[in-house]
């Protein structure tokens, strides 16, 4: 189902959790809701599942306005890293409680739940559990039993709020591609609450990132790479050298960090860029403040090298020897400028100035 909130407002006292969110999901979506602590995201989440209510603005959940419906009659499971399995119910009796709950007239009969709890444990792998009680079964397989409970009520919309941080970092890789591919199987559209950059690059179409309350840009993972649409989300997302630099007359002076300078045709003024590590090569050198810090090899792509200049680390890639404590020259060959007017730029080193 598609979800459109508009312009949502939620305050909590005098500060503001949601200040004036807008967003529009298709059907079949996975979105995720990226952002440093605080930003918003739960408060969010917990508005479309009809668990918390908005100061003002509006939620549709395919195409109706769901401000009057109660969370149960909206379709929507949720899996909230917070909401543990009931501990006195078996593993079938967690999964089938969504059904069970329900009125007698829309209860399905107790067969038809049987049947659906088995498929259901079917679907997340783990039929031979059914069973066993929660303390029984590793973190992995509770999170797995969280989602068939969460699926029992067949949801068109799948609410999911950091559900893999109580994973060790192995198992937690396995169970999101597998969540990922189960959204695909089913159709439905899902978001996922995170605050793991990679997470949220790996499973989502699309990614929210949000700060302090609002939505600061929605795109896929490699526009929010490529381009990101302020600093914030800049520094936020991927590797990235963060230079803060003052324009004039078209150049700016890096000299400070040990750096040429550079051309800038853009207006006089401070500004911040932003360097990929692939924007930056680093070269060996004779005479040079820089010093090579650290080495990973990235197999043909080159070397990954941090290399302190001054006292920044700036972190590049080199298609040469070099060893820990050698002398290099940084050259950043391209990047992004954070204009303190507020616009953005793509910066290039021109060929002229590459060759110098
Ligand atoms: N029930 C509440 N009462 C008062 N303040 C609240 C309440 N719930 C959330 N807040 C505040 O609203 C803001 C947003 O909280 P929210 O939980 O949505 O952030 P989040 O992005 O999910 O953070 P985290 O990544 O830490 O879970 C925070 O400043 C938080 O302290």
């Known amino acids: 189902m598609t979800v459109d909130v508009e312009n949502l407002v939620r305050r909590f006292g005098a500060a503001a959790a949601l200040d004036g969110v807008s967003l529009s999901l298709r059907q079949g979506e996975f979105a995720a ?78 067969a038809e739940i049987q049947r659906r709890v088995r498929e259901l444990l079917e679907l997340v792998q783990i039929p031979e559990l059914a069973g066993r009680y929660p303390e029984q079964i590793s973190g992995g397989q509770r999170q797995r039993v969280a989602l068939a409970r969460a699926l029992a009520i067949e949801p068109q919309l799948l609410l999911l709020d950091e559900p893999f941080g109580a994973l060790d970092a192995l198992v937690r890789k396995d169970v999101r591609r597998w969540v990922r591919g189960l959204h695909e199987r089913l159709g439905i559209t899902s978001i996922l609450v995170t605050h793991d950059q990679e997470e949220a690059m790996e499973m989502a179409d699309r990614v929210a990132v949000m700060e302090r309350g609002r939505i600061v840009q929605l795109d896929t993972p490699q526009a929010l790479l490529e381009a990101p649409a302020t600093a914030f989300v800049a520094g936020f997302l991927g590797e990235a050298t963060r230079l803060p630099l003052y324009i004039e007359r078209g150049i700016a002076r890096l000299s400070e960090f040990g750096l040429d300078d550079i051309e800038i045709d853009l207006a006089d003024g401070e500004a911040v860029l932003f360097l990929r590590p692939h924007e930056v090569r680093i ?15 990235e197999g043909t792509g080159g070397t990954r090298i941090l290399a302190e200049t001054g006292s920044r680390i700036i972190e590049g890639i080199s298609h040469a020897e070099l060893a820990r404590g050698d002398a290099c020259r940084i050259r950043p060959v391209s ?10 730029h793509r910066w290039q080193r021109q060929e002229a100035w590459a060759a110098g």
């Open 33 to 110: 809701l990226l952002g440093p602590s605080g930003s918003g995201k739960t408060t969010l989440l917990r508005i479309l599942a009809g668990l918390d209510f908005p100061d003002q603005g509006r939620v549709r959940i395919a195409g109706v306005d769901v401000a009057s419906v109660p969370a149960r009659d909206r379709g929507v499971g949720v899996v909230f890293q917070s909401y543990a399995l009931f501990r006195h119910m078996s593993v079938a009796e967690n999964v089938a409680f969504g059904l069970r709950v329900r009125p007698r007239r829309y209860r399905p009969p107790e």
């Open 283 to 297: 070269e060996p050198a004779q005479a040079s403040r820089a010093v090579v810090r650290f080495i990973r090899p």
């Open 335 to 344: 990047g992004t400028v954070f204009h303190g007017d507020g616009t953005t």
